[in-house]
T-cell receptor, first 115, second 115 residues
Framework: AQSVTQLGSHVSVSEGALVLLRCNYS??????LFWYVQYPNQGLQLLLK??????LVKGINGFEAEFKKSETSFHLTKPSAHMSDAAEYFC?????????????FGKGTKLSVKP | EPEVTQTPSHQVTQMGQEVILRCVPI?????FYWYRQILGQKVEFLVS????????KSEIFDDQFSVERPDGSNFTLKIRSTKLEDSAMYFC?????????????FGPGTRLTVT
């Protein structure tokens, strides 16, 4: 069955510090993995995705994530946090429902950035 | 940049009433979805819609729910007789053939409160 676990419902970092948001997945098929960001009062915005190919994927706003099959992980990182990165981040894996793109989400991690 | 829009942003209704949540997907997209997020819980898939019919639905999407694309631009979710447990944020999403069904663009959501 498909599932996603995000460790830490709330992560706080200082501005300029490394951001690391953890995501572990379970998938009975080769996984397609996604990170979405949600700013207050806005919809979910796709940050990056892994489908096949290179395991280190780069996304918008300086974020990247590495697919590690042996660890069933897809952690999100950013070398230097900005105040504007404060938001909620969701990891997702594709579901098993054919080709229509059902996404299975984690519970989300709220990132706070301290000045 | 094109975006998915949803109306209303907040809907309050009494238990047993019917509600219709509206979405305008990105204009050239072909796949449409509804998700919901109960406060403090995961974003959950409800239904996907393609070629004027439901292509997949979750077990949450029971007979109380229906979707429709009444014209070329709107995509609606109807809940026939709302229950307290239907209180949640409802997200609409769409995706296009160019980037495949997995790159979904989300609207800002409608917060439904059932009293």
């Amino acid at each position: 069955a498909q599932s996603v676990t995000q460790l830490g419902s709330h992560v706080s970092v200082s501005e300029g510090a490394l951001v690391l948001l953890r995501c572990n997945y379970s998938s009975s098929v080769p996984p397609y993995l996604f990170w979405y960001v949600q700013y207050p009062n806005q919809g979910l915005q796709l940050l990056l995705k892994y489908t096949t190919g290179a395991t280190l994927v780069k996304g918008i706003n300086g974020f990247e994530a590495e697919f590690k099959k042996s660890e069933t992980s897809f952690h999100l990182t950013k070398p230097s946090a900005h105040m504007s990165d404060a938001a909620e981040y969701f990891c997702a894996v594709r579901g098993l429902g054919g080709s229509q793109g059902n996404l299975i989400f984690g519970k989300g991690t709220k990132l706070s950035v301290k000045p | 940049e094109p975006e998915v829009t949803q109306t209303p942003s907040h809907q309050v209704t009494q238990m047993g009433q019917e509600v219709i949540l509206r979405c305008v997907p990105i204009s050239n997209h072909l796949y449409f979805y509804w998700y919901r997020q109960i406060l403090g819980q995961k974003v959950e898939f409800l239904v996907s819609f393609y070629n004027n019919e439901i292509s997949e639905k979750s077990e949450i999407f029971d007979d109380q729910f229906s979707v429709e694309r009444p014209d070329g631009s709107n995509f609606t979710l109807k809940i026939r007789s709302t229950k307290l447990e239907d209180s949640a944020m409802y997200f609409c999403a769409s995706s296009g053939r160019d980037r495949g069904p997995y790159e979904q663009y989300f609207g800002p959501g409608t917060r439904l409160t059932v009293t």
